[in-house]
C-alpha cells in the first residue's frame, strides 16, 4: 500500500456547506476504492493523508489536483509499501479546525500554515528534481550520481560587472532578476529545467530530444529582452540589457555535490564547462547564441545556420567550428567595450536619479 501526505491552500474561502460537500464525497470515491484517510482545514489551509492500495491513492491525488478550490499543493512525504493503515475505519474523515476554540487545536491551525508556508519558501529555493523527489516518494540524499547526455544551456548577462559599477545596488539586483525571469520562464515553457542561479548566470539543461526547444528558448528570451530595451528610457539600466546563450549536448554528471554542511543537485562535466565558454564568446563573435556541431546535428526543425569557423575556447587545446543562427534577434549583440560606451554616454546625474 502507499501513503500520501499533502498540504494545500484554498483558493478561495470555504464554507461549512463547502467542506461537507467536499467530505461527502471524497468519503464516497474513497469508500469504493478503498482509501482511507484523514482530511484536516485550517484558515485558508487543508492538510490531507490518503493511504490504500498505490494506483487507488495516485488517482485520488489525481481527482484532488484538479479540484479548482485547491491551489499550491505540496507534498510532505511519500511512503511506499505500508503494510498497517494508520486511518482503517475512515474513508475520509474531515476536522475543520475553525469551529473548535481549543487551545491545542488554534496551535494545530497556526502549525498548518505555519507548515505550508515554509514549505511554500523551500519549494522556491530548491532545485526541481528535488522537490520531484520528494513527490514520488524517493530520498534525494539517497539518488545515486549518474551519467546521462543533456542539452545544456548556460545564459548571462553582457558587462554585468560593468554595469555594476555604475548603478546602484537595488537597480543592479532588479536587472539581474529581470534577467533570470525572462529566461527561467523560457525554459520551462519549452520543456527544460533551470538548475541553478549563479549571480546573473543561468545554467538550465534539456533532454537530449529537446534541442530544438532549447534553442527556442534562446530566440524566446532575446525576443523579450528586445522588447524591453525598447521601452526603456534613456537613463534606465534595461537599455542597456543584452545577453548571451551558450548550448552543448553531451554526457554530464548528474546528482549530489557538496559536504556534510550544503548539497546541491546539479550537472558537471566538460560538456556544462563548453556551454560557459561559448556564452562568454558570444561578446567576441557578436552573436547573442553560439552552439556545438552536436547540438545542430541533433536538431529535427530547420533552422538558419550560421556557422562561425574554428573558434579557440579556453581550455580546449584544438580549434572546433562553431554555429549560430542568421536571425537578427541574435546579431542584435554589444561588445562589453560598446555597452561600456553607451553607459558613458548617459550622464552621471542620469545614473544617479534613474528612477527605475
Known amino acids: 500500500m502507499k501513503r500520501i501526505t499533502y498540504v494545500s491552500k484554498t483558493s478561495k474561502p470555504i464554507s461549512q456547506a463547502t467542506l461537507d460537500e467536499i467530505a461527502t464525497i471524497s468519503a464516497e ?34 481527482r484532488i489536483s484538479k479540484d479548482s478550490r485547491h491551489c499550491e499543493i505540496q507534498i510532505l512525504k511519500v511512503d ?51 522537490r520531484d523527489f520528494l513527490s514520488q516518494g524517493i530520498n534525494p540524499l539517497l ?24 548603478y546602484p545596488t537595488e537597480e543592479v539586483a532588479e536587472h539581474a532578476s529581470c534577467f533570470l525571469e525572462i529566461l527561467s520562464t523560457a525554459v520551462v515553457r519549452n520543456g527544460g529545467q533551470v538548475n541553478k542561479y549563479m549571480g546573473s548566470k543561468v545554467l538550465a539543461y534539456f533532454p537530449t530530444h529537446c534541442v530544438d526547444d532549447a534553442i ?47 548539497l546541491d543537485y546539479t550537472i558537471l562535466g566538460n560538456t556544462v564547462n563548453m556551454a560557459a565558454r561559448l556564452e562568454s564568446a558570444t561578446r567576441s563573435t557578436g552573436r547573442a547564441l553560439l552552439f556545438e556541431e552536436s547540438v545542430k546535428n541533433a536538431c529535427r526543425e530547420v533552422w538558419p545556420w550560421e556557422e562561425m569557423g574554428p573558434l579557440q575556447l579556453k581550455g580546449q587545446a584544438t580549434s572546433s567550428p562553431y554555429f549560430s543562427l542568421k536571425d537578427d534577434l541574435v ?26
Open 80 to 130: 511506499h509499501q505500508i503494510f498497517n493503515r494508520q486511518f482503517p475505519d475512515w474513508s475520509m474523515q474531515t476536522v475543520r479546525l475553525d469551529d473548535m476554540n481549543d487551545a491545542l487545536v488554534e496551535a494545530a491551525r497556526v502549525m498548518l500554515a505555519n507548515l505550508a508556508e515554509s514549505r511554500g519558501i523551500l519549494a522556491r529555493y530548491t532545485q526541481p528534481t528535488i
Open 143 to 166: 539518488a545515486p550520481c549518474q551519467l546521462e547526455d543533456k542539452v545544456v544551456l548556460f545564459g548571462d548577462i553582457a558587462a554585468f560587472d560593468l554595469l555594476s559599477t555604475f
Open 216 to 262: 527556442r528558448s534562446c530566440l524566446e528570451a532575446l525576443n523579450a529582452v528586445k522588447a524591453l530595451r525598447a521601452n526603456a528610457a534613456q537613463c534606465r539600466l534595461r537599455n542597456f540589457l543584452y545577453c548571451g546563450f551558450g548550448l552543448t549536448l553531451g554526457p554530464v554528471i548528474e546528482g549530489n555535490f557538496g559536504s556534510s554542511f550544503k
Open 29 to 62: 470515491n474513497n469508500g469504493r476504492s478503498n482509501v482511507t484517510g484523514i482530511l484536516l482545514s485550517g484558515g485558508e489551509f487543508f492538510f490531507q493523508i490518503l493511504e490504500g492500495e498505490e494506483g487507488a491513492v495516485d488517482r485520488a491525488l489525481d
Open 331 to 356: 546579431r542584435d549583440m554589444r561588445s562589453v567595450d560598446g555597452i561600456l560606451d553607451q553607459v558613458l554616454s548617459t550622464t552621471e546625474e542620469h545614473r544617479r536619479h534613474c528612477p527605475c
